[in-house]
Every structure is written in C-alpha cells, then in structure tokens.
C-alpha cells in the first residue's frame, strides 16, 4: 500500500486548501486514516483521524471548527479540508491509514502548507 498526499501550496490566511490522500493497492485492512503536520525542529502533530469504514472522527483542539476530514473509499481516497487557514498552520502534511491492530503502519510523503500573513 502507499498514499500519496497532495493539495498542498501557499495560501494567504484566512484562505482555503484541501488535501487528498490517495491510496494504491488494497486498502481492505484499512482501519483508520489520519493526517498529521509537523514544522522543523517540532515533533511531528496530530491533526484530525477518520474511522475508513464509516464512523466518528476525531480533530485536534488546534484546528476544530476550521478542518474537515473525510473520505471516498470508493476511490481510495482520504480528504482534509482546511479552511480559514492561519499562519501556524503552515506545515508538512503528512498522511497515514492502517488497520486496527497497526493503526498508522502507512505513511505518505507529505505536502507542503504554507500561509501567509
């Protein structure tokens, strides 16, 4: 399996971007998607997590109210829309699916965000 995230870009605050992760091969174990960013020298964020079958989703405190997840598994496809974005947002966006007992085993290669003021 590998995800491929992309979407990213440059965007002024207060502006809009959605991210996909796109999934090849088989994604029958797949229990959980998740999106996370990190900055250089930071450790790496958690972001928001979506149960892949259908189910309840979890956003971090940071981003609630302003970020979305959500998915297409008819086309493999994880989303993460992102609104109202704010200079802090800026980040590598990394995103990453497993099954349940393994629940981030894969990972993408991450997209660039960034904001400006």
């Known amino acids: 399996v590998q995800l491929q995230a992309s979407g990213g870009g440059l965007v002024q605050a207060g502006g809009s971007l959605r991210l996909s992760c796109a999934a090849s091969g088989s994604t029958s174990s797949f229990y959980m998607m998740g999106w996370f960013r990190q900055t250089p020298g930071k450790e790496r964020e958690f972001v928001a997590s979506?149960?892949?079958?259908?189910?309840?989703?979890r956003t971090a405190e940071s981003v609630k109210g302003r970020f979305t997840i959500s998915r297409d598994n008819t086309k493999n496809t994880g989303f993460l829309q992102m609104d109202s974005l704010r200079p802090e947002d800026t980040a590598r966006y990394y995103c990453?699916?497993?099954?349940?007992?393994?629940?981030?085993?894969?990972w993408g290669q991450g997209t660039l965000v960034t904001v400006s003021s």
């Open positions: 990453a699916a497993g099954s349940l007992s393994r629940e981030y085993e894969y």
């Open positions: 979506i149960t892949w079958r259908g189910g309840p989703t």
